[in-house]
């Protein structure tokens, strides 16, 4: 089953490491998209915003990487179970080339 | 800029098509994916929901779609200028397949 999303986006806010029980590193940021895409034919200007989570030693290394345009990608998932907000959790992180 | 969405879903909802001003039919549909996916080496359960638009004359063919099983592709734009909720722009669709 496909969930993968490939995004360019700036790092709009980075919340502090928090760590599970288990001692696992997790970093939520929230990531700004700005673009041009084909619609019937008709380029179009799309913004989103969407929380992103890193989970693991990736973590630790973009701690401080607000202001920075980076491609992610990863999988969506709902917040919680009775919260349907869409979270990406982002499997795949690199500053943005170019 | 990448802004792009692989999705395997169950059409849940999908309204009545609506028109444009110049005509063009739009198709709104609640989209419910169900998976497992790879997270720091554990295998977790993955469930979202997430609205879609399909413009043009997809959309015609796609009205009565209701409880199919589809894989999607297309950007994530938010609702309006105003709402941030997320919206998958649909830029193909197909049953899915196996």
Redesign the interface.
């Known amino acids: 089953?496909?969930?993968?999303?490939?995004?360019?986006a700036e790092v709009g806010e980075a919340a502090d490491i928090r760590y599970t029980p288990a001692g696992?590193p997790i970093l939520m940021m929230k990531l700004t998209?700005?673009?041009q895409?084909?619609?019937?034919d008709i380029l179009r200007q799309?913004?989103?915003?969407?929380d992103a989570k890193i989970?693991?030693d990736m973590a630790l290394k973009w701690q401080n990487s607000v202001g920075q345009v980076v491609?992610v990608q990863g999988?969506?998932?709902?917040r919680s179970l009775k919260n349907?907000q869409?979270v990406l959790?982002i499997?795949h992180i690199e500053m943005k080339k170019g």
């Open positions: 089953m496909f969930n993968q999303l490939t995004l360019s696992i998209h700005q673009s895409q084909q619609e019937m799309v913004t989103c915003e969407i989970t693991g491609e999988f969506l998932a709902k349907n869409l959790h499997q």
